[in-house]
Nanobody, 113 residues
Framework: QVQLVESGGGLVQPGGSLRLSCAASESIFSIYYWYRQAPGKQRELVAAITSGGSTNYADSVKGRFTISRDNAKNTVYLQMTSLKPEDTAVYYC?????????WGQGTQVTVSS
């Protein structure tokens, strides 16, 4: 069974940085996404990266977050800098190819002083 395992969440002060990781059990996916869901809000797309390395970001994180992938390790990263309290959410990795879409279990990111 194909799985995604996320790691790297935690508590950080405003202005701080975190790096999230999403490791896939198989190297079959063509595109990866990072989503987040804050309490009482809908899940929103944060960033995306294709197999060719093309990226896309939500306006709210442009210039602060960077998505990258290491195909040799089947791992996608989300480097988050200049974190704000409004970035607090559960962050989910999503990987897709054709009609297959797999979600990770989520990792909590809390930005607070």
């Amino acid at each position: 069974q194909v799985q995604l395992v996320e790691s790297g969440g935690g508590l950080v002060q405003p202005g701080g940085s975190l790096r999230l990781s999403c490791a896939a059990s198989e190297s079959i996916f063509s595109i990866y996404y990072w989503y987040r869901q804050a309490p009482g809000k809908q899940r929103e797309l944060v960033a995306a990266i294709t197999s060719g390395g093309s990226t896309n970001y939500a306006d709210s994180v442009k210039g602060r977050f960077t998505i990258s992938r290491d195909n040799a390790k089947n791992t996608v990263y989300l480097q988050m800098t200049s974190l704000k309290p409004e970035d607090t959410a559960v962050y989910y990795c999503n990987a897709r190819i054709a009609t297959l879409s797999i979600w990770g279990q989520g990792t909590q990111v809390t930005v607070s002083s």
